[in-house]
Structure formats: C-alpha cells, structure tokens
C-alpha cells in the first residue's frame, strides 16, 4: 500500500513556474512507476508525464513536452513535476500516481493522490 501527497500547487502568471511534489509513505516507492496526469474543469483527466523506477526514462503528453520535467528521489520517496512557462490552459488539478508500468493510461496506476489545483493567469 502507498499513499501519496501531492503539494506544491498555487496561483502562477502565465510564462511563470512552479514545481509540484508527490511523497509517498508506505514502503517500496522505489519500486513504482510514478506518473502525474491532470484534469482541468469540464474536462478529461489526461496523462502529463511518467518516469521508470530509477528515472532511466521519462515520456510526456504533447501538450506539455519541452516544459514540464518529472524527476524522482527514491531516498526521499518523493516524485516532482516542474512545470514551466506555464500557460492559462495548464490550469488543472494535478494528481501523482504509482504503478506497476510506464504507461500513459490511467488504469494502469493502483495508487492516486488527492490532488493539487494550479491556476496560471493571463
């Protein structure tokens, strides 16, 4: 079992950062694929990025490729999500989530985080 704790979300302008965080508590982290996926309102959850077990590989959505960076700290059983130059169509609740696959479908993760709001304004 993992449980996970995004933080890191706010307010941001346009072209601006922000780096959001997932700590996982449990055991095992490292043993996860992490991935972090987005839902803005009325819309879709959709994926944003993911990272291997030992951060030999990341893949990202379109939409957000060349801005955001996912990372991991194994030692610290945290992932992250940099995010920048941010544009008003980013505004989204953000969620982390583990699993047993680098995939970009949500059913392949087993364990979520609550979420985190970010708001990018124009």
């Known amino acids: 079992q993992v449980q996970l704790v995004e933080s890191g979300g706010g307010t941001v302008q346009a072209g601006g950062s922000l780096r959001l965080s997932c700590a996982a508590s449990g055991r095992f982290f490292s043993s996860y694929y992490m991935g972090w996926f987005r839902q803005a309102p009325g819309k879709e959850r959709e994926f944003v990025a993911h990272i291997t077990r030992n951060s030999g590989s990341t893949y990202y959505g379109d939409s957000v490729k060349g801005r955001f960076t996912i990372s991991r700290d194994n030692a610290r059983n945290t992932a992250y999500l940099q995010m920048n130059s941010l544009k008003p169509e980013d505004t989204a609740v953000y969620y982390c989530?583990?699993?047993?696959?680098?995939?970009?479908?949500?059913?392949?993760?087993?364990?979520w985080g609550q979420g985190t709001q970010v708001a990018v304004s124009s």
């Open positions: 989530a583990a699993g047993n696959s680098a995939s970009a479908r949500q059913s392949d993760y087993m364990y």
